[in-house]
Nanobody
Framework: QVQLVESGGGLVQAGGSLRLSCAAS????????MSWYRQAPGKQRELVASITRGGSTNYAASVKGRFTISRETAKNTVYLQMNSLKPEDTAVYFCNAGWSARDYWGQGTQVTVSS
């Protein structure tokens, strides 16, 4: 199993920045991919960014150029640096790990961007 603990959410003005962290209970190099998803009220959960075991990254079109996913393998931690935040980025952000043919989720962290 994989336990995931997110942190770093909060309230920020439009144009501001936040960095989310996701600490995993096992080595990132044993996990196929780590991802960040988000879910806004009344909307479906959507993929924001992902990073594979090999280090390849992928971003949703809506965040490309503004968000950066990275990892620190020594700390089993994945980050999501979010710059130039917009009100439409407001959502609960979830960390996801794909391991042993299963998906594991963190508890989520709220990000609110005021206009």
């Amino acid at each position: 199993q994989v336990q995931l603990v997110e942190s770093g959410g909060g309230l920020v003005q439009a144009g501001g920045s936040l960095r989310l962290s996701c600490a995993a209970s096992r080595s990132l190099l044993s996990i196929n991919a780590m991802s960040w998803y988000r879910q806004a009220p009344g909307k479906q959960r959507e993929l924001v960014a992902s990073i594979t075991r090999g280090g390849s990254t992928n971003y949703a079109a809506s965040v490309k150029g503004r968000f950066t996913i990275s990892r620190e393998t020594a700390k089993n931690t994945v980050y999501l640096q979010m710059n130039s935040l917009k009100p439409e980025d407001t959502a609960v952000y979830f960390c996801n790990a794909g391991w042993s043919a299963r998906d594991y989720w963190g508890q989520g962290t709220q990000v609110t961007v005021s206009s």
